[in-house]
């Protein structure tokens, strides 16, 4: 028995919502690092919270070194 569609609509409890993020930004990294690995690719993920926060990861330090030195995120 698998799991059914759950059907994607904004969290409005704050408490949920911060829970919600941490777990799939987590999620998210990790399987970024997983494809890098089982792949052998190159991955950059960019996360950025609602009050903009930034979380990064990347296989390639360079490309995280080349972001922190630029203004194109810089809105």
Do not use: P
């Amino acid at each position: 028995m698998g799991k059914g569609r759950v059907q994607l609509k904004r969290i409005e409890s704050k408490i949920s919502w911060q829970v919600t993020f941490s777990k799939r930004r987590s999620s998210l990294l990790r399987k970024g690092h997983e494809i890098s690995v089982l792949c052998d690719a190159e991955v950059t993920l960019i996360v950025f919270s609602t009050k903009g926060k930034l979380f990064e990861y990347s296989t390639d330090t360079r490309i995280l070194h080349l972001h922190h030195n630029s203004d194109l995120l810089k809105l």
